[in-house]
């Protein structure tokens, strides 16, 4: 017998549910009066840094049916792509941008829309630079556990190709997945497949 | 930066533990029809963490009303409050290391007493109590404790068999400090003989995880005539000591 590790085990997910909205968005689904305003909805203010982009994602099930219930969160580097958590210790990010948002997706439209900036490049561990991207959790009702996934952008095609992360995904077919296309507005359009023939590269991380 | 300049504790940086997979349900669980058509068919890619992983946002306990951690109170008329067996529930978030996770971000939704919950997609013909909303939060102390008060929902049907029905259950999303933290549950109420037929339950494939969902009746933290207390400690990832990790170029 070796000593024990005295680990304990990951407390096991369970789906977020339909009623995802009361918990996380209450002021969405008209539960009033609670909080001032539902957490994570406002990213930017007058002085946070970077050039504006709006983020409109939505995500399809298996028919090709963009979900009316999901919650997605997103967390991002700044502007200069540092990020504004204890665990970066590269430098102080912009103290006006928390780099992170929360959006249910429209009841009616299941499109959800982020007004964020867009992220500098954060390094890999080895020292490479990883191309702008935003990271992505998506919750629902049939999701058993999160999805990670990430948005990169489709103007930045060089940084994209030297990605790390990108340059892991065996099947080049399906990095087109992970990258967001410009909508005639100039916002991202990030379309988000559960399944099918365009199913979104997701992560275990 | 932004750590609290009074805090001693010193910022963690490593990467989490890989999740295990087998522990936690997998996305395709036909018993639970609706996984069926929103489970991602293809393996995951799977990664160490990077940066973008590893850190995460600090929500400050400034952004608390007095009320958030009180579902009793937090939406009722004033002078009066929901109605059903008043409960505290109670715990600790710790990780996998069996380290508490203070500054976490609790966020908690439920049906109320009569298993109706305040939502224009519910369908349940119980009837909605008027000083009930439904939802609560609070973040984690030093220690990584929790509590608040609520009143014990109640089961309900829902479509998916023709006569499926969930345990009482309390939602929680849990926010610790890293971006791969990020977890949703639901705490199921010890005793309840409905746990143990319910199709969301049994994504899980292991009985002893389900275990760790049912929060046990606590006789000692009840407080006489007022409230039970439920103790229920949740675990997120562990991460590794960053000490002998490769250091970036330049740092």
């Known amino acids: ?205 | 930066m932004s750590a609290d300049p009074l805090s001693n504790r010193k910022p963690e940086t490593g990467a989490f533990f890989q999740r295990d997979r087998l522990w936690h349900p997998p996305a395709f669980t036909p018993g639970y029809k609706t996984s069926v058509l929103r489970s991602p068919q293809k393996a995951l890619l799977s990664l160490d963490n990077t940066l973008s992983e590893i850190t995460g946002p600090v929500f400050g306990h400034n952004i608390l009303g007095e009320l958030d951690n009180d579902l009793i109170h937090n939406f009722a008329r004033p002078g009066e409050s929901a109605i059903g067996p008043r409960i505290i529930v109670y715990g600790r978030v710790l990780d996998e290391r069996g380290k508490g996770v203070p500054g976490a971000l609790l966020e908690f939704w439920q049906a109320n007493a009569g298993g109706r919950y305040r939502h224009k997609k519910e369908g349940y013909l119980a009837a909605l109590d008027p000083n009930f909303g439904g939802c609560g939060r609070t973040i984690t102390d030093e220690e990584g404790n929790y509590a608040f008060r609520t009143i014990q929902p109640g089961p309900y049907p829902w479509p998916n068999g023709v006569n499926d029905w969930r345990p009482a259950h309390i939602h929680f999303s849990i926010f610790g400090h890293g971006f791969a933290q990020r977890l949703i549950t639901q705490m199921y109420f010890e005793g309840d003989p409905m746990i143990w037929q319910c199709p969301i339950v049994k994504t899980i494939p292991d009985r002893a995880a389900v275990e760790t969902l049912i929060a046990a009746l606590d006789r000692e933290a009840t407080i006489p005539m007022d409230a039970r207390a439920y103790k229920f400690d949740i675990v997120l990832r562990g991460r590794r000591s960053s000490m002998f990790e490769n250091r970036l170029e330049g740092n």
């Open chain 1, 1 to 205: 017998m070796a000593q024990s590790l005295n680990r304990l085990k990951e407390t096991p997910s369970q789906t977020a549910g339909p009623y995802v909205h009361i918990g996380m968005t209450p002021n969405f689904c008209d539960i009033t009066g609670v909080y001032p305003e539902d957490l994570g909805t406002t990213m930017v203010n007058d002085k946070t840094r970077g050039e504006r982009i709006t983020v409109r994602a939505r995500v399809f099930d298996g028919t090709g049916t963009p979900l009316k219930d999901a919650l997605i969160e997103i967390w991002q580097a700044d502007s200069d792509g540092l990020y504004n958590s204890p665990s970066e210790m590269r430098g102080a990010a912009d103290p006006n941008f928390a780099g992170w948002g929360r959006k249910a997706t429209d009841m009616d439209t299941g499109e959800c829309v982020f007004e964020t900036i867009k992220p500098g490049r954060v390094p890999f561990k080895d020292g490479r630079r990883q191309a702008p991207h935003i990271s992505f959790w998506i919750v629902a009702r049939g999701i058993n556990i999160g999805l990670q996934t990430r948005m990169y952008f489709p103007e930045e095609e060089k940084a994209n190709a030297e990605d790390p992360v990108l340059a892991r995904i065996e099947h080049k077919v399906r990095v087109p997945t992970l990258i967001a296309e410009r909508g005639a507005d100039g916002a991202y359009v990030f379309d988000i497949h559960l399944q099918g023939e365009k199913e979104t590269v997701f992560f275990d991380i």
